[in-house]
């Protein structure tokens, strides 16, 4: 049993800032890959990030370096540093840990980016 509890989110103007953070009870945490999902209602969820336990990051092909993953193994959180933000990444995003059966997620939290 995983629990995933994300933060940070809220309403932000076009070209803002945002940091989201999970927080995730998985005891082994430290090697397990985790992402960070997307979802606009209507629309498929879109992966945003993933980073493995050796910091490889990987990420979907709209972030264009605005974005940055990051973990911290000894907190067991994986945050998302989200700049230059757009009215297009509004969305309810999601942490999950890469690979689990069954695949774990938290409540979400809403990134809203308007003016």
């Known amino acids: 049993q995983v629990q995933l509890v994300e933060s940070g989110g809220g309403l932000v103007q076009p070209g803002g800032s945002l940091s989201l953070s999970c927080s995730a009870s998985a005891d082994n945490f430290e090697i397990l890959p985790m992402n960070w999902y997307r979802q606009v209602p209507g629309k498929h969820q879109e992966l945003v990030a993933t980073i493995f336990f050796n910091n490889v990051t990987l990420y979907g092909s709209f972030v264009r370096d605005r974005f940055t993953i990051s973990r911290d193994n000894t907190q067991r959180t994986v945050s998302l540093q989200m700049n230059n933000l757009e009215p297009a990444n509004t969305a309810v995003y999601y942490c999950?840990?890469?690979?689990?059966?069954?695949?774990?997620w938290g409540q979400g939290v809403q990134v809203t980016v308007s003016s």
């Open positions: 999950n840990p890469m690979g689990t059966v069954p695949p774990y």
